[in-house]
């Protein structure tokens, strides 16, 4: 392979790499993915489903307890609540955790694949056989393998935050029309309280990888791309050194014109794709900066998160009241109670009645 071939081929496949957190980053600075792709669409919806399979288990495991606690009415209890509980098992406390991480897990796994279903066309992915190059030189593989899995992890951590996010809003959306469409009382109140519950315990999850999440491919890359910056000033200056060795030997007549032309000709454009590397790293490292921006601006909206995950629950605290008064109400409504005292009416005495008290009918 000649040198102009191999260095149009090693700046191309950084291009491939560079070009995919480009889009992620102009997305996530606006609506990540666009908010409209099928792709995303088919994931989370797919991901709803089992999202409200694991929420319904939850839901189902911390009110199913045989707690004493007078906090422990059937449909009102929180899984954070139910931790505070004195007279659970432990058992309780692993199957809330392991539901929880379940749900975080489906999170990281559509951000996963979604990130893996949008790649470029320059390096495609297999679940079996890992990451195949397409295009690629066999020599920049290795070089180039840590830079995808790095953007990879980078623009998953940023895709999970944007999947956690539409879970939350897309779960409550269904759940609020499920209760407004129905025109049964007791289905309502089942659905406002299943609503409040399940969006308190999503938001919850969500404030949990709010908190943890941050960019997992930075380090590698900050790093990848010190090095590429120091191994590039390197070789420009010994291209430099090369250039002038070859006026030099140019002028003392033991190199032709037309190798020192080609030489030069050469080295030109090695400088000029070697500085092109360098530009395409700086356009890089300015994205991984803009993912991070976003990240931080989304970190602060966990405290809107937090307030409406606080008002879910008292929402269902607000609810269980609701509820209790409907229960009894039927049972001290005074319209009710003077219908049953006009009920009580005495038995009439009339003759027919009063020979039938006697026995018999008397002689006149």
């Keep these: 392979m000649g040198i102009r071939t191999l260095g149009f081929s090693l700046l191309l496949g950084l291009w491939i790499i560079v070009a995919p957190a480009q889009q992620s980053a102009d997305t996530v600075a606006g609506e990540p993915d666009g908010g409209g792709s099928p792709v995303l669409r088919d994931r989370l919806t797919a991901a709803e489903r089992i999202a409200r399979e694991e929420l319904e288990r939850l839901h189902e495991a911390v009110n199913s307890t045989d707690s004493g606690d007078e906090r422990n009415i059937d449909g009102f209890v929180l899984s954070t609540e139910v931790r505070s509980f004195e007279d659970i098992p432990d058992s309780i406390d692993r199957e809330i955790d392991l539901i929880r991480n379940n749900i975080r897990g489906l999170i990281f796994q559509v951000a996963t694949d ?26 920049a593989v290795a070089k180039y393998q840590n830079i995808v899995n790095a953007k990879e992890l980078n623009n998953v951590s940023v895709r999970s935050v944007q999947v956690a996010i539409q879970l939350l809003a897309t779960i409550n959306q269904d759940l ?3 209760a407004r469409e129905t025109t049964d009382v007791q289905n309502k109140r089942r659905l406002y309280i299943t609503q409040a519950a399940y969006i308190y315990e ?20 900050e790093r990848l791309a010190a090095e590429h910056q120091q ?26 014109d037309r190798d ?20 395409a790293w700086d356009d890089l490292m300015s994205q991984v900066e803009r993912q991070q921006h976003w990240l931080e601006t ?24 609701i509820v209790l008064v409907g229960e009894i109400a039927p049972l001290i409504t005074m319209d009710d109670l003077v219908a049953t005292i006009q009920t009580v009416e005495l038995l009439e005495l009339d003759e027919a009645a009063v020979y039938s008290l006697l026995g018999f009918r008397p002689r006149r």
Excluded: F, W
């Design 298 to 321: 989304m970190k602060q909206h966990a405290v809107s998160i937090e307030l409406k995950r606080n008002a879910a629950r008292h929402q269902l605290n607000t609810l269980r009241d």
């Design 114 to 139: 979604i990130e893996r279903t949008a790649a470029s066309p320059g390096a495609s992915y297999d679940s079996e056989t890992g990451l195949r190059y397409q295009g690629l030189p066999a020599e």
């Design 231 to 256: 191994r590039v000033r390197t070789r420009l200056a010994d291209i430099e050194a090369e250039l002038i060795r070859v006026e030099s030997e140019h002028a003392a007549g033991r190199l032709s």
């Design 176 to 178: 609020m029309r499920d």
């Design 202 to 221: 999503m938001a919850d999850i969500v404030l949990a990888i709010l908190d943890d999440i941050r960019l997992a491919g930075r380090d590698t890359l």
């Design 260 to 279: 020192a032309g080609n030489l030069q000709k050469s080295y030109q454009l090695i400088i000029a794709a070697n500085r092109t590397s360098l530009a």
